[in-house]
């Protein structure tokens, strides 16, 4: 597990914050420790963030790679080092939207890529579990995959940034480049459909059960 | 309020608390404080959708393959190598070019020096195109001139062109559109 997996769901400490502003500023001048001190804080969220919307590990490991060489190569251009989670998530959030669009590509051609072959065949696989491991986690991502369907485009990426990559109201309109306005009505739009899916709220129950 | 019959907060206003709790209004909150089934309702939305979060993330694999990135130093010193390598490159076109243009300007506009000859050096420069003109008319000797013929040059052209008429000597023999020739016919 990397730092970032050991962080409070809720809330980063102003020291945290602060311990952040100061490695974006020593990376931007060119400490490459300090990149990569960010790397180690980061990936796990990134990795996750690619992978809810991939559901394909080998895709979501190209995905960071890409997104994190794309942040060193222009960190030094980030005027407010503040935002840097934002900025990453926003990098982030592009190149999935690149991935879709070559599959969607691909796909006219009728060419079934490496990363769908393993969504398939292990959704959220680790090496270590089991089968009965295995079959929960692919109903659990197959309940997910059924709500997201029922959400726009829009709905769904303000949803997964907001509860599933835990991401402020203002950090998501800065990653989508949206009113804070717009951001909370679509948030709006898609909890009442996720209020409305029994499936997805029996499956949380059983978890919790 | 926008709350259902029993005072108890509305679906929408459950929904904007968790949302942002800032946007909702005063009496709301208020509301929120004092009704534990309101609170109830709320706060089991937010468990689900918490819980929702944390279960997404415990069921993601976990990244093998580390973030490798460009070598910064090498970059650096390529950067800087190709930095210099590219500045001198232009530099010298720089250079050159500036020494074509100079050169040009220099030596094209200024007016050509005046060359003073002596009397001498004029009379020998005569004496040598008078020869190199009597060279061009009869490049060989006298003597060779004699054997070979060509000091009669003047006789033989004369005595040619009786013999063979030159071609101008045609036309003015040409009649109504058809020579001597093919009046015959």
């Given at each position: 597990m990397t730092q970032q997996d050991q962080r409070p769901h809720k809330g980063r400490t102003r020291d945290t914050l602060s311990h952040m502003k100061s490695l974006v500023e020593r990376a931007g001048g060119g400490e490459g420790e300090a990149f990569d001190q960010l790397v180690d804080m980061f990936q796990g969220d990134i990795f996750r963030m690619v992978y809810y919307r991939t559901r394909s590990q080998m895709d979501a490991e190209d995905i960071t790679q890409d997104v994190f060489v794309q942040a060193y190569k222009n960190i030094s251009r980030l005027n407010s080092p503040e935002q840097f989670r934002s900025w990453l998530f926003s990098i982030a959030v592009n190149r999935v939207r690149d991935f879709h669009r070559k599959n969607k590509f691909r796909g006219l051609f009728g060419l079934y890529t490496e990363g769908e072959e393993e969504r398939e065949s292990s959704a959220g696989r680790n090496d270590d579990d089991d089968a009965l491991d295995t079959m929960t986690k692919k109903d659990f991502w197959k309940q997910v995959e059924g709500l997201l369907d029922k959400l726009s485009k829009m709905e769904r990426e303000v949803f997964m940034l907001r509860f599933?990559?835990?991401?402020g109201i203002k950090e998501i309109a800065g990653v989508l480049k949206k009113q804070e306005s717009t951001v909370k009505t679509h948030l709006y739009r898609a909890l009442e459909k996720f209020r409305r899916e029994p499936s997805m709220r029996q499956l949380l129950r059983e978890e919790r059960g | 309020m926008n709350s259902d019959k029993n005072n108890h907060l509305g679906e929408e206003l459950i929904l904007r608390f968790l949302i942002d709790e800032d946007d909702v209004p005063e009496a709301a909150r208020q509301h929120l404080a004092i009704c534990p089934l309101c609170r109830g309702e709320k706060e089991k939305l937010e468990q689900d959708l918490l819980r929702f979060g944390r279960i997404a993330k415990q069921y993601s694999p976990v990244p093998k393959r580390r973030i490798s990135l460009p070598e910064r130093s090498r970059r650096n010193t390529v950067g800087w190598f190709w930095n210099w390598q590219a500045a001198s490159g232009m530099g010298a076109i720089a250079a050159i070019i500036l020494v074509v243009i100079s050169w040009n300007t220099l030596f094209r506009a200024q007016p050509e020096f005046p060359v003073i000859a002596t009397n001498q050096e004029l009379i020998a420069a005569e004496e040598f195109m008078t020869e190199v003109d009597l060279l061009v008319n009869n490049a060989l000797p006298a003597v060779y001139l004699d054997i070979s013929g060509e000091s009669y040059l003047e006789v033989d052209e004369e005595f040619i062109d009786y013999i063979v008429p030159a071609a101008y000597e045609d036309v003015s023999r040409y009649e109504g559109g058809k020579t001597e020739g093919e009046k015959l016919c």
């Open positions: 599933m990559d835990d991401l | -």
